[in-house]
């Protein structure tokens, strides 16, 4: 809990007029894109309790250190566009907005490379670079809201990863404010990307645009890979260098196929003639509810593929005759360039759906390209009955990003609460048929490892160890910790447990009495006293397990409560 004296000297850190603890600001930062069943919002308790918007390194710095001084809570932000739960508070604290550090600090045109504050929206820099010629190599369809460091904190890909890969290949280095309060930079060594174990079949744009690779650091504490998709649990970005691109022609085809076999089956060949710069589709589930929102074109099959090739026109062309060619086997029809056009322009409103909902509960995962048919099968399987809208992108590792929208309604509290799992099982599906979770935020820490591999996540983990090791900056996010139960449901875990133990003596004093008073002599049965005495035996048991469940960490309780919520979902939907 922030008392008086650490608000008034937070609000001199940061100056008054980017500093507030208003009831109205704190419930704005208690949020991020996805919202939460009731039950969920109290087991985690995400309300902040001020917030700074910094509009320097330094006193981002400075925060850091009072903050880690004063065992405060720090959770890093930039536009709460995520809903891995990244951006939310745990146990209170400070949210520190980063939108303020928006700057676009240099262009280097020599080495294509441009350093941004981390809190720049990806519309306004890619605005900016149109009118030099020249573009981000890929940006998320979030990008007119969403920050820099938040998409190069969240990790991900996004338009422009089909070809160029996805924020990680563009981050060349970064400032990072360390959770001590130093201040960092960070270094990439670099080598030709995948030259030596896998030239093949991965396009390898212009000589100048290899995507890098990390061949390793002398220091691996001030790795720019390091600080990718560590959800600010590492430090706060605060400045960004960014590779760029020479804009070219966008050439946007609208492929519709009759089913997902065909669909799956031309993507591929796509891939085996050239690498699109945007390559996506949707079901025909989604197609159907776009159809509702009177937002579907015109079009001979309900599974669509937006395939946006981009180099010079001639280029563009002949790829597009040889994409033609080569979808006519898989039953695809090439649609008219105004639809073409269409998809393309509708690229930032994915949510579209939602409107359907009139909530959605979103799920992403990563699943390899030539496993989708299976996955969607399985996904049909599992969630019968369910309304789900399912779209997905390629990256520049033939891994589709699928991104799945269940129908819901969360003015519903018990069905919304019960159907909340089916985000973590679609991710569960995906990882079963050799995909890996998205980003890890707070929902899939239990996959952390894994997605981290066990020497990176070691790696981070000793990075974490020797400057937080109160974990008070992002706690929660990628490192499971002790999960801290909100008063309300530490409460309630104490009297179902004091209940328990009431109920257990009930039954002795009526069942056994003898074999009680027998073997626990000081035990006086059919006495008010002696039930009185229980009831505090079980109030004390209550607090001792609600004590215990205070450590386990949120992924063991979310993947005990799975089961529970799966089978609640069969009743209740
Ligand atoms: C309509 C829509 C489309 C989307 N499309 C895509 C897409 O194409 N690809 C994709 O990958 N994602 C996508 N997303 C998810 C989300 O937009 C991205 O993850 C986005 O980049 C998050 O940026 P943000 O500024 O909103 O960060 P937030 O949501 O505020 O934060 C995300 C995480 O980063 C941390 N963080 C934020 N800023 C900093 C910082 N400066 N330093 C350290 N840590 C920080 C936060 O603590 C949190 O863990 C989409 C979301 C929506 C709603």
């Known amino acids: ?145 969403c920050t820099v460091g938040g998409w190069v904190a969240a990790g991900g890909c996004g338009i422009g990863s089909t070809k160029y890969g996805g924020i990680r290949e563009q981050v060349v280095e970064m400032e990072v404010v360390l959770p001590d309060g130093e201040i960092i930079s960070t270094i990439k060594p670099i080598d030709e990307v995948f030259k ?27 790795s ?33 196929f009759p089913n997902k076999e065909q669909t799956m089956g031309a993507m591929q060949a796509i891939l085996r003639i050239t690498r699109p710069f945007y390559l996506h589709f949707i079901t025909d589930e989604f197609f159907g509810m776009l159809k509702e929102l009177d937002k579907a074109p015109d079009v001979a099959g309900e599974w669509l593929v937006l395939c946006a090739l981009e180099g010079t026109e001639e280029e563009n062309n002949e790829f597009a005759e040889k994409i033609t060619k080569a979808i006519a086997m898989y039953h695809g029809t090439v649609e008219s360039e105004e639809i073409g056009h269409h998809e393309w322009d509708e690229r930032f409103y994915p949510m579209r759906v939602k409107r359907l909902g009139p909530s959605v509960a979103p799920s992403e995962v990563y699943v390899p390209l030539e496993r989708m048919v299976d996955f969607i099968d399985h996904c049909n399987k599992h969630f019968k009955g369910e309304r789900m809208a399912m779209e997905g992108a390629v990256n520049h590792r033939n891994e589709v990003a699928v991104l799945t929208w269940f129908l819901d309604d969360e003015r519903r509290r018990i069905p919304f609460m019960f159907g909340w799992y089916r985000s973590l099982d679609v991710i569960n599906i995906g990882i079963k048929k050799g995909g890996r979770a998205y980003s890890i935020g707070m929902w899939n820490v239990a996959h952390s490892r894994q997605f981290y591999g066990k020497e990176d996540y070691t790696k981070m983990a000793k990075l974490k160890k020797r400057t937080d090791s109160k974990s008070y900056l992002n706690s929660h996010k990628v490192f499971p910790g002790p999960l801290y139960l909100s008063t309300r449901i530490g409460l309630l875990i104490m009297l179902a447990a004091a209940i328990a133990v009431l109920i257990a003596i009930m039954v002795a004093w009526w069942i056994v009495p003898s074999i009680l008073t027998a073997y626990v002599p000081w035990v006086v049965v059919n006495d008010p006293a002696t039930f009185l005495l229980w009831a505090i035996v079980g109030v004390g048991v209550g607090f001792a397990v609600q004590e215990f469940a205070n450590l386990i960490p949120i992924s063991v309780v979310l993947s005990m409560g799975t089961p529970f919520l799966r089978l609640g979902r069969k009743i209740f939907h």
């Open 1 to 145: 809990m922030l008392r008086n004296e650490h608000l008034q000297k937070l609000a001199d850190i940061v100056g008054e007029d980017f500093f507030s603890s208003a009831e109205y600001m704190n419930q704005l930062y208690s949020h991020d894109i996805s919202a939460l069943p009731g039950i969920v919002n109290d087991l985690i308790n995400p309300h902040a309790e001020a917030v700074a918007q910094p509009t320097t390194s330094e006193i981002v710095s400075n925060l850091l250190k009072y903050c880690k001084e004063n065992n405060i809570q720090v959770i890093p932000r930039g536009h709460g566009t995520s809903g891995y739960g990244g951006a939310l508070p745990t146990k209170g604290g400070l949210v520190v907005d980063m939108t303020r550090m928006n700057e676009i600090y240099d262009i280097d045109k020599g080495s294509m490379t441009i350093q941004v504050g981390a809190g720049i929206i990806w519309g306004r820099l890619i605005e900016f670079l149109e009118d030099e010629g020249l573009s981000v190599a890929a940006y998320p369809s979030s990008a007119p809201s």
């Open 196 to 222: 030596d174990d896998k030239p093949e079949p991965f396009f390898k744009g212009d000589k100048k645009f290899y995507w890098e690779s990390e061949v390793g650091s002398e220091n691996n504490e001030e």
């Open 224 to 256: 720019t890979s390091m600080f990718i998709d560590s959800n600010g649990t590492l430090g706060i970005i605060t400045k960004v260098v960014l590779s760029i691109i020479p804009i070219r022609k966008i050439k946007p085809m609208t492929i519709s």
